[in-house]
């Protein structure tokens, strides 16, 4: 359990406010707009990202179709093993 509670006080709390669904709308549509999709959770987590302007680290083939984006543009690092 100490574990746990160092881990959460080195990690900071995102709260899923009005601007990340405001960002989450705006993501949806633009992808909408380019024929592409992600799933809605994989959605969230990339509209908390930009939200709080962190960078989106992950291996998910899905966060790929969030390269296409331009307006609502969100920082993204694959994490994938290329060798």
Do not use: C, H, Q
Request: aromatic share 6%; net charge negative.
């Amino acid at each position: 359990m100490a574990r746990i509670e160092k881990l959460k006080k080195a990690i900071p709390e995102l709260k899923v406010d009005d601007e990340v669904w405001d960002i989450f709308v705006k993501v949806k549509a633009e992808l909408s707009k380019l024929g592409k999709s992600i799933a809605t959770m994989d959605l969230l987590i990339a509209a908390t990202a930009r939200r709080y302007d962190l960078i989106l680290a992950s291996n998910d083939g899905d966060m790929k179709n969030l390269d296409f984006l331009v307006e609502n543009r969100v920082e993204r690092e694959s994490w994938a093993n290329n060798d």
